[in-house]
């Protein structure tokens, strides 16, 4: 199974900052990497697909780089609808698709 | 606009077998492949079940192989999720989702239900 680690698993920022979360996986997955938010009691909103393409409708402050087994989720100038908890989600085709654990990005 | 409502949740005893539902609308279900992908109380994101648009492959993680059954019924736009043989760590929010990458590589979650609670308790 391809294992994914996040790091920080959870960071205080204040709003207008820039935050930067970073995701790795146990082996190459070129970029087969999705990247989610999801707030309390809600369900996950895709944000990043491919590693670095922008879903449709997520502002542009969400940027997405990476490939192979290094990646990065960048939010520009933090809002406060941006206090939540960040996914990645390997989707190479090894089966199963594994998330990472999560971070958690509160205010300061 | 997309929607997925899931249904079956509820408190169920170990070792009895629900079954979720997921009713699609505002898109041409038969032609998405989706999942099925779970959270227990707390805790992070666990990927449940695959199932191709025309339900011909299905896929299961390894927590669920050989008790839960995914499929579905593209006439009446509707995902199910069989679950056999709960247990107590079944117990999590299903969430039913489509594959926002159907027909390329890319597997990912573009739009999701508000999940339904399944709670495994005797």
Known sequence: DVQMTQSPSSLSASVGDR?????????????????????????????????????????????????????????????????????????????????????????? | ??????????????????????????????????HWVRQAPGKGLEWVAAIWYDGSKKYYGDSVKGRFTISRDNSQNTLYLQMDSLRDDDTAVYYCARDGGSGTKQTYFDNWGQGTLVTVSS
Not at chain 1, 53 to 71: C, H
């Open chain 2, 1 to 34: 606009q997309v929607q997925l409502v899931e249904s079956g949740g509820g408190v169920v005893q170990p070792g009895q077998s629900p079954r979720l539902s997921c009713a699609a609308s505002g898109f041409r279900f038969r032609e998405y492949g989706m």
């Open chain 1, 19 to 108: 935050v930067t979360i970073t995701c790795r996986a146990s082996q190459n997955i070129n970029n087969y990497l999705t990247w989610y938010s999801q707030k309390p009691g809600r369900a996950p909103k895709v944000l990043i697909y491919a590693a670095s393409s922008l879903q449709s409708g997520v502002p542009s402050r969400f940027s997405g780089s990476g490939s192979g087994t290094d990646f990065t989720l960048t939010i520009n100038s933090l809002q406060p609808e941006d206090f939540a908890t960040y996914y990645c989600q390997h989707s190479y085709s090894t089966l199963p698709l594994t998330f990472g654990p999560g971070t958690t990005v509160d205010l300061k």
